[in-house]
């Protein structure tokens, strides 16, 4: 009886002779009959190996965009590997409570599909370089490998792969966890870290109730989204992708970035935060815009303070064409500092809107928030790329209910009155007016947080009076200063004239003297 030490011997030899008799034979033998031999190998393996393998990449379309195939496999099979797999990649998800496990690399799980077996193999390939890397992992493509016997192809391809995509998007609705996004600089888009969005769990708890604001108004903004999530079919049949443009305005504090929280919280969508100032150029930002998701909304907080988008950069280069010429020094530093800094234009923030590029993926809000809404160019606003125009305003009476409400826990009280009046007189933003009503330690009751909102909104009016009374002082300083110079301009003239008259005739006379001279 041969002994397992005898059988690894053996087998052992058998490879070493293989290798051998290779290695002669690429060396001795015609580039072209070992690529006959290499050919035929391969279809005489084939035909011995009564298995088919199909291979999902992780990438598709030149690494551009990540495969929805890939994560509809991976999400199947987080759920058989916990039940066979060996070896784990763990993840917590749904507020820390559930425990997602992955397949690691090089691991095999095996699943079964009306009685056929099949086998997953999540494998990676790492090119063959000769160049040392810092970050290996950059050039690294993941893969799962589907391993089937050829028996059952039509089973398999037809119902058994479609079967695994619907059950891994199914199993995605179910462990959806949201998430908060930020552009990370195109510097840190290889290597190790090479991802173009970083993310956190989204865990802010606002919504539609909680937010101060008119109720009519939150009825129609909700309405309107709604409309916009069931409106796939819609969106298709007049020709539109499938998007839509918010404009939040308003002073700061009227709460633009709480309705950003309550309508992602509202149609349970990702949030994709975009810092423009990060994007070097037009094509980086459409590397990002293919990079997000479905059901996701994408902000540009304070457009108007993120870049210059109106032209008037060009045009601050030219009127200091001059003096850069004349400081070689401070001309090479400016354009250092040029080169560094953002060439997002108009042009491709709109393409990145409502363009070409728009149109690749679905179900995606874009959000533009702004302090001032006059200061934006009006083709990035118009109707069709920002759609829907919100006024996010001073906080009224019945904003102060939903924050009393809120903070409070009361639906009404004797001040609320006071409350109103106050209201009605004096600007004051949500943010200011839940500062307000914020007990500020625990014998602080509604009725003290109230009486504190009052003095405040009376400290508030009165601040606003003075600052009236001095703009006004300042303005009127301003129109008479402005008088005053006007006034010695005239004088300054009427002096330049008489001059003027006066060498006038001094020239005539003395031309008459001359003549009689003469």
Partial sequence: MVTMGELWATLGSVVASAMFVSAIFKQYFPYQLWGYVEKYSLKLVRFLYPYIEIRFDEFSGGRMKR???????????????????????????????????????????????????????????????????FYPAADEKRFYKLTFHKSHRELITKSYVKHVFDGGKAIAVKERQRKLFSNNPSKNWYGWRSTKWSHVQFEHPATFDTLAMETQKKEEIKKDLKKFREGKEYYTKIGKAWKRGYLLYGPPGTGKSTMIAAMANYLNYDVYDLELTTVMDNSELRSLLIETTNKSIIVIEDIDCSLDLTGQREKKKEKDGDEEEKNPIEKKMKEDGENKASKVTLSGLLNFIDGLWS??????????????????????????????????????????????????????????????????????????????????????????????????LKVAKEEAIKKAEEEARLKAEKEEKEKEEKAKEADSKEENKKGDETAANSVKENGSIDKEVK
């Fill in 67 to 133: 495969s929805e195939a890939f994560s509809a496999i991976q999400n199947y099979l987080s759920t058989k590997a916990s039940l066979h797999a060996t070896r784990f990649k763990a993840d917590v998800v749904k507020d820390s409570q559930s425990l997602v496990l992955s397949m690691e690399d090089r691991e095999e799980v095996t699943d079964e599909f009306e009685g056929i077996k099949v086998w997953w193999v999540l494998g990676k390939t790492i090119p063959r370089t000769q160049q040392f890397s």
């Fill in 359 to 456: 149109a690749c993926g679905g179900e995606r809000l874009i959000v533009f928030t702004t302090n001032y809404v006059d200061k934006l160019d009006p083709a990035l606003i118009r109707r069709g790329r920002m759609d829907k125009h919100i006024e996010m305003s001073y906080c009224g009476l019945e904003a102060f209910k939903v924050l009393a409400k809120n903070y409070l826990d009361i639906d009404s009280h004797e001040l609320f009155a006071e409350v109103g009046y106050q209201l009605a007189e004096t600007n004051m933003t949500p943010a200011d007016v839940a500062e307000n009503l914020m007990p500020k330690s625990d014998e602080d009751d509604a009725e003290t947080c109230l009486k504190n909102l009052i003095e405040g």
